[in-house]
């Protein structure tokens, strides 16, 4: 009896030893919050752009950057630009170079759409364009590149938009398709009316609706320091 009187003493002594361990009384005698590893958050960088670059004209369309930032790993650019017409003209291609690093993936969210006037006023759109950079890169210098702005074209919008430029630069070629707008009963489409008789129907249309006639190219290109 009393072996293991001291033996069940023994075990609570170690169990109450172990327990004011785990949890040790601060000087009000009450137990003291667990000590947790402070978390340290990772720093980025972030700075404002001093433009270099001003609008630039290219093939009728001004592009602009109204503003420039980097904020951690991303370099944003909001890019203006007009319209050539009611499309729904986006940026097809854009780039960042840093360096000898050229980045060709990027984001873009719009930010303002103006549409054209009916008096001849041209339209303009505004994107943001995001581009991931890594947080230790050196891009004290950048140069953000839009390459082309393009639209896919509604289908009321072949006769009435897109026909007499791609019929004018089929001719200036010199080949010989013709192009007219028939009345589909849903309204006019365009259609191939002659062709060589060399060429097949499918080489035929991919010339006719080839991305060229849907797309302006630049390159607009912007040149700026990122001040810390």
Same mark, same amino acid.
């Given at each position: ?40 958050? %990772? ?7 001093? &433009? ?18 980097? %904020? ?26 840093? #360096? ?22 041209? #339209? ?6 995001? !581009? ?9 210098? @950048? ?25 004018? *630069?089929?001719?200036?070629?010199? @080949? ?16 191939? *009316? ?7 129907? %499918?080489?035929?249309?991919?010339? @006719?609706?080839?991305?060229? !006639? ?7 290109? !912007?040149?700026?320091?990122? &001040?810390?």
């Amino acid at each position: 009896m009393g072996t293991r009187f001291l033996l069940f003493v023994s075990v609570l002594v170690v169990a109450i030893l172990a327990c004011s361990s785990l949890n040790p009384l601060d000087q009000s005698g009450q137990p003291a919050a667990p000590s947790a590893t402070p978390f340290i958050s %990772e720093s980025y960088p972030t700075a404002e752009a001093a &433009l270099v670059s001003p609008n630039q004209v290219i093939s009728g369309i001004e592009v602009s950057v109204e503003h420039a930032w980097l %904020e951690g790993k991303q370099v944003y650019a909001d890019v203006c630009y007009t319209l050539p017409d009611s499309s729904d003209w986006t940026i097809w291609k854009a780039g960042l170079r840093y #360096g000898e690093v050229d980045v060709q993936e990027y984001g873009a969210t719009l930010i303002s759409l103006q549409e054209p006037g009916a008096e001849g006023q041209a #339209g303009q759109r505004c994107d943001r364009l995001e !581009f991931y950079v890594p947080p230790d890169a050196e891009i004290s210098t @950048v140069t953000i590149r839009v390459e082309s702005i393009g639209s896919y074209p509604r289908e009321d919008e072949y006769c009435t938009i897109y026909m007499p430029k791609i019929q004018q *630069s089929l001719n200036e070629r010199g @080949v010989a398709i013709t192009l007219e707008c028939v009345d589909s009963g849903g309204g006019p489409i365009m259609q191939i *009316s002659s062709k060589p008789e060399a060429m097949s129907q %499918e080489e035929a249309e991919q010339l @006719v609706y080839s991305d060229e !006639f849907f797309t302006v190219k630049g390159p607009w290109e !912007f040149t700026f320091d990122l &001040l810390q």
